[in-house]
């Protein structure tokens, strides 16, 4: 069945540090979502890719979607401590639902 | 707008006892979405309704029943908790036509089976 795996699953780093969480499927996605999930809270949508190769920026935050529409990367530049969190990419198919990935939970060390 | 609002927010259930978690959105969205999450395994999907009327089965059905009572409402039934059951449940709603939305997620249902 569909997968959606992420890695790391966890990633501690001080601040100012750089950190990047992957995205991998095992078929083909119509587009990925990423959702960001702080401690206690709900997830909370960030951006949707859909095209190929796409790439799109957020102040720090930048998305790839890889030229296969497999597989997805966030990286954060410069993290500070509001980005402690943890971080959800989420392929959806040519079906209704999307499937999430495990997430990566990030700690920024201050 | 109050988005998507849950109830109860927390819950202790003893083995065998049964419940409906409640589930509502203001956004005039056609589908809904019951999720559990487990350390380290990210959101699971129960069940979805893809638009009123009509609800399939997800990821992780079994022990679940769902009911879309009009397009603001859907909720979620446990017919008889098992430990396993004990999860955060959340609930989401989204678009999906013309193109796929952003899910808009519920604060969430805290539940312990005993």
């Known amino acids: 069945g569909q997968q959606v795996m992420q890695i790391p699953q966890y990633q501690h780093v001080q601040e100012g540090e750089d950190f990047t969480t992957y995205c991998n499927s095992s078929?083909?996605?119509?587009?990925i979502q990423w959702y960001k999930q702080r401690p206690g809270g709900h997830p909370v949508f960030l951006i949707q890719?859909?095209?190929?190769?796409e790439v799109k920026k957020q102040k720090r935050l930048t998305f790839q979607f890889g030229e296969a529409k497999k597989n997805s990367s966030l990286h954060i530049t410069a993290t500070q401590t509001t980005d402690v969190g943890t971080y959800f990419c989420?392929?959806?198919?040519?079906?209704?639902?999307?499937?999430f990935g495990t997430g990566t939970r990030l700690t920024v060390i201050p | 707008n109050a988005g998507v609002t849950q109830t109860p927010k927390f819950q202790v259930l003893k083995t065998g006892q049964s419940m409906t978690l409640q589930c509502a959105q203001d956004?005039?969205?056609?589908?809904m979405y019951w999720y559990r999450q487990d350390p380290g395994m990210g959101l699971r999907l129960i069940y979805y309704?893809?638009?009123?009327?009509?609800?399939d089965k997800g990821e992780v059905p079994n022990g679940y029943n769902v009911s879309r009572l009009n397009k603001r409402e859907f909720s979620l039934r446990l017919e008889s908790a098992a430990p396993s059951q004990t999860s955060v449940y959340f609930c989401?709603?989204?678009?999906?036509?013309?193109?796929?939305?952003?899910?808009?997620f519920g604060p969430g249902t805290r539940l312990t089976v005993t």
């Open positions: 989401a709603s989204t678009t999906i036509l013309p193109v796929r939305g952003e899910q808009y």
């Open positions: 078929t083909t996605l119509s587009n």
């Open positions: 890719l859909v095209k190929s190769g």
């Open positions: 989420a392929g959806g198919t040519g079906a209704n639902n999307l499937f």
């Open positions: 956004m005039n969205h056609n589908s």
């Open positions: 309704s893809a638009s009123e009327g009509t609800t």
